[in-house]
């Protein structure tokens, strides 16, 4: 059955989604945020999160659409050419646990080393349907960040690698029981990226394996993950592509935050330390489950 995309952006839960990650491996600093706008409900969203060694801090809001999608909160995105976006930030971010707050100034120019991949290229049309309740429209790519970030009195030179998903659709957080969203970069030409998303009527695997300048796309993938308390602590992944090639990826949770979504659901995301063919790689592993655990 054909997806009728008129019916769904009159949805009230349709969404359009801009996401952004880096990790500097020098500086030990990992920074993630996001931007949601919800029309039909009149509600726009964000995120963005700072994770070290010495901290983990963010901020998580929503208000009422306006004539900036892009902008939000002290948290803003401008594309400045095809593949290339400055991401900024000036304003508060905090740790409710340790009740501190931190005064954080970012300005970072991300840029993309891989083609945009589809997730389209991944799925069949059933597949397709079954995951129209979380994302119809789906794209992924890898890429280099660099500038600056201010944290308080330190100021922290960025040299980075990280992924950037968009995604449009209606954005149900309670209709998957499960979903794995899962990125690494090896180096500036190796990267993978690759989403498992449980429904009641199956999973749906796609994502991209970056190599010889190739995205090869990725269509099954086979993830034990160990768990500690509720919270992952390391998985080991087989990811077959179109040509049946397997990548063997065993990751290990290195830090992680943990974002409220809504009454039933959490995400916990982390930053995992990858190693692929003897290469070492980083990047996001995120979890969405629900609150109860179960």
Not at 112 to 137: I, T
Not at 263 to 290: C, H, N, Q, R
Request: a negative charge; aromatic letters at 12%; hydrophobic letters at 35%.
């Amino acid at each position: 059955m054909e997806l009728d995309l008129e019916t769904l952006k009159k949805h009230e839960e349709w969404n359009e989604s801009y996401y952004f990650n880096f990790h500097d491996k020098e500086n030990h600093l990992t920074a993630f945020m996001r931007i949601g706008n919800k029309v039909n409900k009149n509600e726009k969203s964000m995120f963005f999160y700072l994770m070290s060694p010495a901290l983990t801090a963010g901020i998580k809001l929503e208000t009422p659409c306006d004539d900036n999608p892009l902008s939000i909160a002290g948290l803003s995105y401008a594309e400045k050419e095809p593949g290339k976006w400055q991401l900024k930030y000036q304003g508060p971010l905090f740790n409710p646990l340790e009740k501190t707050e931190f005064k954080v100034k970012m300005d970072v120019v991300w840029e993309a080393l891989n083609p945009v991949m589809d997730y389209e290229d991944c799925v069949d049309e059933k597949q397709a349907e079954l995951s129209s309740n979380v994302a119809s429209e789906h794209y992924e790519q890898f890429g280099k960040a660099t500038g600056k970030i201010e944290i308080d009195d330190q100021a922290f030179d960025i040299d980075a690698l990280g992924e950037r998903d968009l995604s449009r659709g209606i954005r149900a957080w309670g209709s998957p029981k499960m979903w794995m969203w899962i990125n690494a970069q090896f180096s500036q030409e190796e990267a993978f990226n690759i989403t498992k998303l449980s429904v009641e009527e199956g999973d749906i695997d796609a994502g991209y394996f970056h190599t010889d300048s190739v995205n090869n796309a990725l269509v099954k993938s086979d993830i034990d993950v160990e768990f500690s308390k509720g919270l992952p602590t390391s998985f080991s992944m087989v990811l077959k592509d179109k040509k049946d090639n397997p990548y063997e990826v065993h990751g290990e949770v290195v830090r992680f935050g943990m974002i409220p979504v809504d009454e039933t659901m959490i995400l916990i995301e982390t930053l995992s330390k990858y190693d692929w063919d003897g290469k070492e790689g980083y990047g996001i592993a995120e979890f969405l489950v629900p609150r109860d655990g179960e």
